[in-house]
């Protein structure tokens, strides 16, 4: 009876919490959610786990939790598919799955946690630009709105410059007496004798490939407007093209095989939190606080990775990479806030015209009623 009363009564507290105080709380979870996909994928590839196969095991499982909510929530919207759809839903994986993953992990085991989630912070503004020159978004330069988005493009391309050529000296290094309390841990160090030049080349392929896979999403999801739908295709046909690859490049069966709980961990926590929650949180985020309230919340995921690496693996800052990470996350909140004005420039443009068109549409409707009339008043006798 006691755990009926306390769930009911949790039950009314949450309903009873605004709506935009439940937004920010899942953006942070969210946040926190990615910080830590960040600090144990590193930790995956610290521990020896093949780069083909981590991506392979992740989107199996981001594929079965995502599948049954595909194919019993889409149902009526979900169009028949085609042979055009199928080559579509595969190009994306190229680009959203194969590239983007791949390219991810190839930077993130040479470079470090912290950084790979700086140079996210440019995907906003890396896709801003690719849809600009694909005509998709304008840029008017005559305007702030134009004018801060193109800065910020500008800014994050420089940030990312910043932390491919200019590592820096070290700004902040753990103690010592971490690593030797925990033997664990010293297992999991950051990347030492990689090339970190070419680790921020692959991440920046990344960036390239997600926004790309933003971008090209776009005219899919008009044709085949089942969101979830179109997310499993992708992951699907991401397994089938990882299994290539590891057909060619992963030859030892060894490396299939899971040899630690770690190792498992990772794995779980790619597919689970990464891949199903993370998707399903940011979808519902997304729809009822829009893309600018949840791109904002991006650079948080930066200042918790940073913290958690540190914590948990010991990972330096460096001059150059603060220096790119502050660039770039200006950059994003100048793209952003051109988007906020220009979308407010659009909403008084509408109100603007809507009056006049309504004026115009009640004199014109005058004027064919005032023709309709007789010249004589009508007759009383009906009345």
């Not at 083909?52 to 049954?68: D, E, H, M, S, W």
């Not at 950051?190 to 991440?203: E, M, Q, R, S, V």
Request: net charge positive; with cysteine; glycine share 8%.
């Amino acid at each position: 009876m006691a755990d009926t009363i306390s769930a009911a009564s949790a039950r009314r507290m949450c309903c009873s919490m605004p709506e935009r105080v439940q937004l920010h709380l899942a953006m942070l979870a969210l946040q926190f959610g990615y910080a830590g996909f960040h600090v144990v994928s590193r930790a995956a590839l610290n521990m020896g786990i093949s780069k083909i196969v981590f991506p392979v095991y992740r989107n199996i499982i981001a594929l079965l939790l995502l599948l049954p909510f595909a194919y019993f929530l889409e149902k009526k919207e979900r169009p028949a598919i085609t042979l055009s759809f199928l080559v579509q839903f595969f190009l994306l994986a190229v680009v959203g799955i194969t590239a983007n993953q791949g390219f991810y992990l190839l930077g993130l085991d040479n470079t470090s946690p912290t950084f790979a989630s700086a140079i996210q912070n440019s995907v906003p503004a890396i896709t801003f630009l690719m849809a600009a020159i694909l005509r998709i978004e304008q840029v008017r330069l005559n305007r702030k709105d134009g004018i801060a988005k193109m800065l910020g493009t500008l800014s994050c391309v420089a940030g990312a410059t910043v932390i491919t050529l200019y590592k820096g000296p070290t700004i902040y290094s753990p103690a010592p007496p971490l690593h030797s309390t925990t033997p664990l841990l010293l297992s999991l160090g950051d990347a030492k004798g990689k090339n970190w030049t070419l680790g921020c080349i692959y991440l920046i392929g990344h960036c390239l490939s997600w926004s790309g896979w933003l971008v090209l999403q776009a005219p899919v999801l008009k044709k085949y407007p089942a969101r979830l739908s179109v997310t499993s295709y992708t992951c699907f046909f991401g397994v089938l093209q990882f299994l290539i690859i590891a057909a060619f490049l992963e030859r030892d069966a060894q490396a299939w095989l899971v040899h630690s709980g770690g190792e498992l961990f990772s794995v779980f926590y790619a597919g689970v939190v990464a891949s199903g929650i993370a998707f399903a949180v940011q979808i519902w985020c997304i729809d009822r606080g829009g893309p600018v309230f949840v791109a904002v919340y991006q650079p948080v995921q930066t200042l918790v990775v940073a913290i958690m690496a540190s914590v948990a693996l010991g990972e330096e800052f460096y001059l150059g990479g603060i220096i790119g990470a502050v660039l770039i996350i200006t950059g994003l909140y100048l793209v952003l806030w051109g988007k906020n004005e220009e979308r407010k420039f659009s909403k008084e443009k509408a109100l603007i015209q809507s009056p006049a068109e309504h004026s115009n549409n009640r004199s014109t409707s005058h004027v064919k009623s005032s023709l309709a009339q007789p010249l004589l008043p009508p007759s009383t006798e009906t009345v």
